[in-house]
């Protein structure tokens, strides 16, 4: 793997970083050897432009988006695991559209959940089936798609004559580290192609090998992007997340993007540069903090001299790693189990790096464009018989983030964040402002994003303008 070095020309334009050491100052001091992949810098200017509001509050965007974005993207779907055996399917739904990921003896195929007969959704739940049969007039498909049975037949003679129009149509299927992607466009090129240097940086992690520990999903009451962006950088910490100033280098954080793939890396283990030096923390009261020790409580152990609060919590979470990964941990660096690394796959696909456990996946929820899905897996090691994945936690918009126990201390985290993102729709919403503003640095993975998100609309709406396809708007209101 090449270690890149940021120009001068892209560290001016980025701006200059944030007081205190650098994130590549600090790997100089871990107490392990350090990965390859966390040497890599690719910081990218990507202009100063506002982001038009329309974007988040236009129903026109929503369609847009829809046909030239989810009709043709790669997309996770589901995890291997959630469909081990042949016949076992998920649903799997976006914006409008839904699609069925079925296990065949052929390998895993999708198809659109609708019935060739008159369109009837196929399926309406996770399940497993011997044969994929409509519940309305029991039209019936193998699971490879092929047409199985056609009640009274002899009054469809036509289906006879047509076997290639009644062959379930297929979506694109690729699986990369146990994740499951689909694309609805039968040209779309191979997932390798789109996933690029994703796939090389987690070669160090495998994530393969894991099982879905937790899953749970919340309705958000803003548009998909907002509140992916809230997990897209760190700088919003220092008002949203105050109490975790003092062990997180929020503005310290590494940004990286590439063609194919982005990230932030934000350290653990370390106080913010905003706190300023009047605050003085030592080493010990940094590591309180972390583990949330009370003034009137005795911390349980002193660091032993010289020993700084991030070395002493790395060794201790790859004692609580050991059991289910073995000496692998003593291969670790304190970084990898320390902190946040953040990759994102466009166009809504999260995984974390080292020991993280945690892949977002964010959705717009149904046909509404100001609402959305957002999902955390936790992705664990295992020791033994993989176990099966955990059954879904579905929280509706007013289920606070705190009753899904599955996620510990993030679940308050979540709640903070959450908080902001419907009174970031309002303000858009209500704002004579044109645009929103980003930072070029911390927040240049949200640049990328709208980048590409930008390329993908261009190209859809040139595509259906050479085809002489009318651009379809208006399905709803504002």
Not at 25 to 44: C, F, G, I, K, N
Not at 311 to 333: F, T
Not at 429 to 442: I, L, R, W
Request: net charge negative; with cysteine.
């Amino acid at each position: 793997m090449t270690t890149t070095e940021p120009t001068d020309v892209t560290r001016q334009q980025t701006g200059a970083r944030s007081p205190g050491i650098t994130y590549q100052q600090m790997l100089d001091a871990d107490t392990h050897p350090v990965p390859d992949v966390l040497r890599l810098e690719s910081p990218r200017y990507l202009g100063s432009d506002d982001v038009p509001i329309e974007r988040y509050t236009s129903r026109e965007w929503h369609r847009k988006e829809v046909d030239h974005l989810w009709k043709k993207v790669w997309q996770f779907a589901c995890r291997e695991e959630h469909i081990p055996e042949v016949g076992d399917y998920i649903k799997y739904d976006i914006a409008e559209l839904s699609y069925l990921v079925v296990r065949t003896e052929e390998g895993i195929k999708a198809y659109p959940n609708a019935c060739l007969h008159r369109g009837r959704q196929l399926k309406e739940y996770d399940g497993h089936c011997s044969e994929i049969r409509c519940a309305f007039h029991g039209f019936a498909w193998t699971l490879t798609g092929e047409l199985q049975d056609v009640p009274a037949a002899w009054d469809f003679p036509h289906v006879d004559q047509r076997p290639d129009d009644f062959t379930l149509p297929e979506a694109r299927v690729g699986v990369w580290a146990g994740f499951v992607f689909i694309n609805p466009d039968p040209d779309a090129g191979p997932i390798e192609e789109h996933l690029g240097e994703l796939m090389e940086h987690f070669e160090v992690w495998d994530l393969e090998n894991r099982y879905v520990e937790a899953h749970v999903s919340r309705v958000i009451e803003a548009n998909w992007k907002i509140a992916q962006e809230a997990f897209c950088e760190a700088y919003h910490v220092n008002a949203t997340h105050p109490q975790i100033l003092t062990y997180l280098a929020d503005t310290n954080s590494q940004v990286d993007v590439w063609d194919h793939c982005s990230r932030v890396i934000t350290p653990g283990g370390s106080p913010s540069p905003l706190l300023g030096d009047e605050h003085g923390l030592s080493e010990q009261e940094i590591l309180r903090s972390m583990l949330d020790v009370r003034v009137d409580q005795e911390a349980p152990f002193e660091l032993a001299d010289g020993m700084t609060a991030r070395a002493a919590a790395a060794a201790a979470a790859r004692e609580r790693w050991r059991p289910v990964a073995g000496d692998r941990v003593d291969q670790m660096s304190d970084s990898e189990m320390m902190d946040s690394i953040d990759y994102t796959a466009f166009p809504n696909f999260h995984p974390w790096g080292a020991f993280n456990r945690i892949v977002y996946r964010f959705r717009p929820n149904g046909d509404d464009h100001r609402s959305a899905i957002m999902e955390c897996f936790f992705l664990s090691p295992f020791v033994g018989e993989r176990p099966p994945p955990a059954a879904e936690v579905k929280l509706g918009v007013d289920d606070p983030w705190v009753t899904a126990t599955e996620l510990g201390m993030l679940a308050k985290v979540f709640e903070q964040d959450v908080f902001n993102m419907a009174k970031v729709q309002k303000g858009l919403e209500t704002t004579s402002k044109p645009g929103a503003t980003f930072s070029n640095y911390q927040e240049s993975k949200i640049r990328w994003l709208h980048t590409l998100l930008g390329e993908w609309i261009e190209r859809g709406e040139a595509q259906a303008a050479a085809a002489g396809q009318p651009v379809e708007v208006s399905r709803g209101t504002k």
